[in-house]
């Protein structure tokens, strides 16, 4: 399948050093990422604990590289807001915690973000049919959410074909991101099948030159 688009790298903070956050926020992107993922999780709808908008607000002024927030908590409704002012760019939430998603994407528009939906790997993509007029990206999870470090499930490849033919039908600008597992060996089966943003999270931060890891990332993505 034809890259439309150069795919994204947006570093995890999840993987980084949280002792000294401010600073790896800054080396990554100064080493070439595009965007900052931050993984913002509650202990009840996925398994793990990490942050709220108070760490946001913390990191906005390290860099105008864009916030890609990733609200893994249920209920979600009750902190859109807090995160927007935090300085979130665009705020992703699960189709599978939310029964007024389209009602949640309209607010998140309306606050002047932009509308991201996230994807479990054992959730159809038919489940977002009826969103795709509202979201600007779509973030497949390609592991279990809840914790850095897992293994790429490869049976999330045909679901990243499926969405990616899917937006490309509504003849919108979607972006299809891959959250998970991601190293040089899966960037290529996910941009691949029309992924054309990546999440990395130990694939950066556990090497030791953030830059060629955000490059080597970068170009097996755009062989593919």
């Known amino acids: ?3 439309l688009k150069t795919p994204l790298i947006a570093p995890s903070i999840l993987s980084a050093d949280f002792a000294r956050m401010g600073e790896e926020v800054e080396a990554v992107v100064r080493d070439g990422a595009d965007w900052l993922h931050l993984d913002v999780m509650d202990g009840h ?3 793990n604990m990490t942050f709220g908008p108070g760490m946001v607000a913390a990191l906005r002024n390290r860099t105008d590289k ?3 927030v990733h609200l893994m908590i249920e209920p979600a409704d009750a902190f859109i807001e ?3 002012k935090a300085g979130a760019d665009h705020i992703h939430v699960h189709v599978e915690n939310n029964p007024h998603v389209h009602r949640t994407l309209q607010h998140i528009r309306a606050l002047g973000k932009k509308p991201g939906i996230a994807i479990c790997p054992g959730t159809p993509p038919e489940a977002l049919e009826y969103l795709l007029d509202l979201v600007d990206i779509i973030l497949v999870m390609t ?4 914790f850095g470090g897992q293994k790429f499930l490869e049976s999330q ?3 990243i074909r499926k969405l990616r033919q899917m937006a490309d039908a509504t003849g919108r600008d979607i972006r299809i991101g891959v959250d998970g597992g991601i190293d040089l060996a899966t960037a290529p089966l996910a941009t691949g099948a029309g992924a054309d943003m990546m999440v990395a999270g130990t694939s950066i931060y556990g090497q030791d ?3 060629a890891a955000i ?3 970068r170009q097996v993505g755009s062989l593919s």
């Open 1 to 3: 399948m034809p890259q």
């Open 45 to 47: 709808f996925v398994p």
């Open 66 to 68: 864009p916030f890609d």
């Open 82 to 84: 807090a995160f927007a």
């Open 143 to 146: 592991v279990n959410p809840g």
């Open 157 to 159: 490849v045909p679901k």
């Open 209 to 211: 030159d953030y830059a």
């Open 215 to 217: 490059n080597s990332l």
